[in-house]
């Protein structure tokens, strides 16, 4: 079947090249645009993703980075961390420099330690001492106490007056935590 165009009027023939260019567009946008959007969309959306994990990453890496400069900040501050510690086989020692310091500052004193366990896990053990002297000279051993190299925190202090005698002596308990390595 032919069809002669020359036949068609000038309306017709107009309507029928619109028809063949709308479907001609139609074809284009079926077949080529919208594939090509929807393919455009599935990149964009895998760009946004890999942007959100590459971010991720570089957030993590930053994260690494810093916490590998602090790490090399405490390293050398690790063994500072060890001397605070009292070693449970030098306990004499420890013993000898509170009675030096009682000694120095001029006060009796007696010790009670806690129960040591013997492991290598740090642990706290509450030490009570019992000191005899001028109260100038017991605020001195605080103070001493203090400074002494090992880690300690004084829980408890009593202070008591001793009014029956003229010497001036004041008795004070302390209730101290060590801690033992």
Known sequence: ?????KKFKL????????????TVIAVILIFLIF????????????IQSQLIELENKYNKAQA?????????????????LDRGYIKQEKEIEF????????????ITQKLNLGSIKINKTPQKVTLQIFTKGKFE???RYLKGLEKLNYYSNVKNVE???DTAKKDGDTKMVLLVDTYWQ
Do not use: C, H, W
């Not at 309306?11 to 709308?22: P, R, T």
């Not at 000898?96 to 500052?105: H, R």
């Open 1 to 5: 079947m032919k069809i002669d165009f």
């Open 11 to 22: 309306k017709e023939k107009i309507v029928l090249l619109n028809a063949v260019i709308l």
């Open 35 to 46: 594939p090509s959007v929807t393919l455009i969309r599935k990149i964009q959306i895998n």
């Open 64 to 80: 690494l980075r810093q916490t590998s400069s602090n790490l090399k900040k405490v390293e050398p501050l690790v063994g500072l």
């Open 95 to 106: 013993i000898t420099n509170l009675e030096e310091l009682a000694v120095k500052n001029r």
């Open 137 to 139: 000279d017991q605020v």
């Open 159 to 161: 202070i008591i007056k």
